[in-house]
């Protein structure tokens, strides 16, 4: 893309002028646009890392672990469902912790819950957290002390119908802002999400227990990874120009690097089935594709944030201008 | 149909929806409006810098800045001065020079981002149709800053609040203009009634077209565009981008219906994964 100083009125150097660094790959034609010294359009979202994209982390692993520990107890698999509960319950805690943290005034986090507002994803949010937080703590201590077992069973059940909400909602949470590399993936993102979920507390569950106890896990990361890779490409293909920073720099190796470690996450879940170490090596390789995955997505949109191309030719293109 | 924000938020009986019409073509990049903002709302210091990249040495809007005066240098044919002229001139020293001043501040959007997304409520609108944050309930999430459009709120890092244009509330309160206003010596900004600015707008554009200049545009005049139209709107002398703004805003919760439908689904097809696994026995 060129760049057109100030909306100089001369015409932008054509193909032979423009700067290329070397090995720099041209993803996107050339289009000219105009901006104020190159300075953003928007504001680049006041959310820091690893606070934000470990809380999306966080929240995917905790809320895929409670629908794997509700799965897992109804069916059978008890050691199973307790790894799942305790998982879900120290992620959760943990992301709660990288929440308030990532505030500009943490001691007003419960201002939080002084309105309810459906308009706000963080307001859903954090309603939802709140629900969510102590029945996932419920089952946890119920497993582990065996104390009130039906009320832990309830709280199991109640944990993994809202566990779904938690992995999903930091979807909407991104793409309701106006970064363009979010937002105008929004038909796609909650997929993402949860394709990526359920791979990070399969892999969890594979990592830390026998190959013969987790079945179901198997079966999560059997229909999680495909789901994100495919919604994954689909995000790519609808952002088209935006895309670029999700395939190129720092992200673009990040979600590379994802995509590899879920493919072979998958494969050795599914092969690997007989085999402990095989097994576990597996469930490392989808936990951390899980974690990129967030990374690389939040480190792309942040790009479109920056980079007035971003905002600006999309919108001219909208307008019928280029 | 123009939404009436003040009566949506609640507002049965209010003043009506006041706003600004800043016309650049009349600014003089003389930055009282900026001088002044700071001076009535108590805005702290926002960097002490020379830009280097011309007379614009505030940058853009921020936390600290409420006011902010672009500056953009352009060389044109000589004659009238528009950028679309034809040919350009053979000879360098046909070239001329254009200066387009601007002085930006908060939209106050029909349909505001930064109102929808806040999770506290520390967002508010007024009885004026303005958009206005609490300092005292506001706890720094941040979402307001990345949903919206223009780029205009943000986070002051010594506080952690967040922090924009109230168009001057405690002034229109007591029925005085807002302190930019009150402040620009060619009228440049202009206080009043939306309506009436609204028609004046009309007229100026009209009149400059008719002038010669090709470029003069109004911004976020329309209530049937992707805000809603701005209660602050404004008549440019080239295209939005030029000057920073963003050529075709929308508003990010238009799309909410979407987003929460596509999360629900995704929601309940893990739901529906649960079930599944729950279904499937143990092997003895």
Redesign the interface.
């Known amino acids: 893309m060129t760049q057109v100083e100030n909306g100089h009125p001369e015409r932008a150097p054509g193909r032979d002028g423009r700067r290329r660094r070397r090995g720099e790959q041209l993803v996107v034609p050339d289009v000219e646009f105009t901006s104020y010294y190159g300075r953003p359009v928007i504001k680049e979202p006041a959310w820091g890392a690893p606070d934000v994209p470990g809380y999306l982390f966080l929240g995917g692993l905790a809320g895929a672990s409670s629908v794997l520990a509700a799965g897992a107890q109804v069916s059978g698999y008890g050691e199973l469902a307790k790894v799942a509960k305790v998982t879900a319950l120290g992620a959760i805690s943990l992301s709660a912790v990288a929440l308030v943290h990532d505030l500009g005034r943490p001691e007003r986090f419960a201002n939080m819950l002084r309105v309810f507002k459906p308009t706000s994803p963080m307001s859903v949010g954090s309603w939802l957290l709140s629900a969510y937080g102590p029945l996932a703590g419920a089952a946890a201590v119920s497993d582990l002390t065996g104390i009130l077992p039906a009320a832990g069973t309830a709280a199991t059940i109640s944990a993994g119908l809202l566990g779904p909400g938690i992995a999903t909602y930091t979807a909407a949470l991104l793409c309701d802002t106006a970064v363009p590399g979010w937002h105008e993936g929004h038909r796609e993102m909650p997929y993402l999400f949860a394709g990526s979920a359920s791979c990070a507390a399969a892999g969890l569950a594979l990592l830390t227990l026998p190959p013969e106890a987790v079945r179901p896990a198997r079966t999560l990361a059997t229909l999680g990874a495909p789901a994100e890779l495919v919604a994954k490409r689909l995000l790519l293909r609808r952002l088209g120009d935006i895309a670029e920073p999700y395939e190129t720099g720092r992200p673009g190796r990040l979600l590379r690097a994802a995509e590899v470690l879920t493919v072979g996450g998958l494969a050795g879940a599914v092969f690997g089935r007989r085999n402990r170490v095989v097994s576990a090596l597996a469930g490392a390789s989808l936990l951390a594709a899980s974690a990129l995955t967030r990374f690389g997505v939040f480190e792309a949109g942040m790009a479109t944030a920056r980079d007035p191309k971003y905002t600006i030719i999309p919108q001219r293109r909208r307008r019928g201008m280029n | 149909m123009s939404i009436d924000p003040a009566r949506q938020a609640g507002y049965l009986e209010h003043p009506p929806r006041m706003g600004f019409f800043t016309d650049t073509s009349l600014c003089i990049g003389c930055k009282a409006c900026e001088v002044a903002c700071k001076e009535w709302n108590a805005v702290p210091e926002d960097g002490i810098e020379l830009t280097g ?2 007379y614009d040495n505030t ?2 809007l ?1 936390a600290s800045t409420w006011r902010h005066v ?1 500056f ?6 000589v004659g009238p001065q528009t ?3 034809p040919a ?1 001139p053979a000879s360098a020293a046909a070239e001329g020079v254009r200066w ?1 001043m601007s002085s930006d501040v908060c939209k106050h959007c029909t349909e505001s ?1 930064c109102l ?7 967002l508010f609108r007024t009885e004026f149709g303005t958009v206005v944050v609490q300092d005292d ?7 307001c ?12 890092e010594d ?4 922090h924009k244009c109230t168009l001057c509330y405690d002034r229109l309160g007591a029925g005085m203009e807002p302190a930019c206003a009150k402040a620009c010596p060619t009228e440049s900004i202009q206080f009043g009634p939306l309506d009436e600015l609204r028609e004046r707008a009309a007229l100026r554009v009209a009149d400059l077209r008719a002038a010669g200049q090709d470029h003069a545009q109004l911004y976020l005049e329309d209530p049937g565009d992707g805000i809603g139209g701005g209660g602050a709107f404004f008549l440019l002398l ?2 939005p ?9 929308v508003v ?2 238009r ?2 219906p ?3 439908k ?2 629900g ?7 529906a ?10 092997p003895r």
């Open positions: 990249m011309s940058v853009g921020g672009a953009i240098e352009q060389s044109i044919p950028s679309s002229s350009p387009l981002a929808d997304v806040c999770p506290t409520g520390a309930v506001c706890n720094g999430c941040g979402y800053v990345g949903a919206c459009p223009f780029g205009v709120i943000a986070r002051r506080d952690g609040g967040a080239d295209e981008e030029v000057y920073g703004l963003p050529p075709d805003p990010t919760t799309d909410l979407s987003i929460w596509h999360v689904l995704a929601a309940a097809g893990l739901v994964t649960g079930i599944a696994l729950g279904l499937g026995r143990r």
